[in-house]
């Protein structure tokens, strides 16, 4: 994994910040079709990695570094620019929404939500909470890039949700770690930054808001 040179990549334009389950695979293609792309996204970029499974291990890493914010910048600046994105969605960029409005400052964030933190839970029960069960665990144990790949940044990053907000995206009752990460990234992005988007709404506010 190599960094780009300065005069090829220009940053990220665009940070989806949204749990996975808000539609951002909508917003990945709403993003492309208007000249972002490729978008980073956990799809395209993480559950295609292969051995020596590069990418996905060095956002484990990140994510590993909560402490030490300057290594955990770095990283974070290695795994865009090694990619070239324009843009990025869902997990794990939606984690690191606080740094990378530091690490991009002329960037701008879209906050995809659900029509309710319900809605969002029983998505996210039906599909990667599937996957993040132990019986799936269990079950794919032998595949390695399930193994030491997939599965450990899904802990990690329920790890850092219960961490962050006291809830965590495993905890199958409850919609908390969907609201209360709406809040946090409300509350480190500034106003003239975020759009908080729904698809229903239509994409002419994207359009409108990120000027194209």
Sequence with gaps: MTEKTTSSYKGLQVIGAGLPRTATTSLHNALETLGYA???TF????????????????WQKALDLQHDKPARQALLRLLYSSTGVPAAVDAPTCLFVDDLVEIYPEA?????????????RTS?????????????????????????GLHPLLDRMDALSRQRYGYAWSDWESEEACTKH???VKSVVPKERLL???PKMGYEGLCEFLGS
């Design 108 to 120: 701008k964030i879209v906050l995809g939500v659900r029509s309710s933190p319900a809605a969002w």
């Design 182 to 184: 709406n809040e946090w």
């Design 196 to 198: 908080v988007f729904e």
């Design 38 to 40: 490729p978008c980073h």
């Design 43 to 58: 799809r395209t970029h993480i559950s295609g990695d292969n051995l020596p499974y590069t990418h996905v291990r060095t």
């Design 124 to 148: 996210f029960n039906a599909t990667i909470g599937r996957v993040m069960s132990p019986s799936m665990k269990r079950a794919t144990y032998l595949f390695p890039g399930m193994r030491f």
